[in-house]
T-cell receptor, first 116, second 109 residues
Framework: DAGVIQSPRHEVTEMGQEVTLRCKPI?????LFWYRQTMMRGLELLIY????????DSGMPEDRFSAKMPNASFSTLKIQPSEPRDSAVYFC??????????????FGSGTQLSVL | RKEVEQDPGPFNVPEGATVAFNCTYS??????FFWYRQDCRKEPKLLMS???SGNEDGRFTAQLNRASQYISLLIRDSKLSDSATYLC??????????FGAGTRLTVKP
């Protein structure tokens, strides 16, 4: 299995630009998570989906952030407009949820975002 | 107050030492507990689950104290390859998983 695939690996953009991060979960996994990691705040849960449906988006910082999961094999996290404080590593993770929370969480390699 | 709190370290220990990390969580509704390991510039990976009765995996021992809302990880006979950041994870019944900020460990020759 190819694992969780994220793109791009690195993104450098200017303040005000739109940024779209992409994620392909492991085939057959029905839960997908978006996390953001910074030195100051650690790994923060932004939003997660079960069976393509957003369950909890309370971690999304503000209206500039949005996430979609149009089908079981693809999700996007969009920031519009981007700001320097959005600079972080964004991880996507997936799991096979059947027995809640006992399933291993698989992470993608992350997207390093730098907003100048 | 953060939902999951860890001592950030860093812990600097010599090879062969025993080192322990602690983690506290604030939500008593937490269902499941894990330790993840993250190497520098890499993604987190599951190290081990934490069971109520405590569990061991080779040199690693994890324990849970629900009454005190406390989780621990003990590493015996530490190796250079154990150098990493160790993340405490608390999960709820709806697959919501929350990570601690991590404890950084450096094992030195």
């Amino acid at each position: 299995d190819a694992g969780v695939i994220q793109s791009p690996r690195h993104e450098v953009t200017e303040m005000g630009q739109e940024v779209t991060l992409r994620c392909k979960p492991i085939s057959g996994h029905n839960s997908l998570f978006w996390y953001r990691q910074t030195m100051m705040r650690g790994l923060e849960l932004l939003i997660y989906f079960n069976n393509n449906v957003p369950i909890d988006d309370s971690g999304m910082p503000e209206d500039r952030f949005s996430a979609k999961m149009p089908n079981a094999s693809f999700s996007t996290l969009k920031i519009q407009p981007s700001e320097p404080r959005d600079s972080a590593v964004y991880f996507c993770a997936s799991s096979l949820s059947g027995r809640p929370t006992n399933e291993k969480l698989f992470f993608g390699s992350g997207t390093q975002l730098s907003v100048l | 107050r953060k939902e999951v709190e860890q001592d950030p370290g860093p812990f600097n220990v010599p090879e062969g030492a025993t080192v322990a990390f602690n983690c506290t969580y604030s939500n008593s509704a937490s269902q499941s507990f894990f330790w993840y390991r993250q190497d520098c510039r890499k993604e987190p990976k599951l190290l081990m689950s934490v069971y109520s009765s405590g569990n061991e995996d080779g040199r690693f021992t994890a324990q849970l104290n629900r009454a005190s809302q406390y989780i621990s990880l003990l590493i015996r006979d530490s190796k250079l390859s154990d150098s990493a950041t160790y993340l405490c994870v608390v999960a709820y019944n709806n697959n919501d998983m929350r990570f601690g900020a991590g404890t950084r460990l450096t094992v030195k020759p």
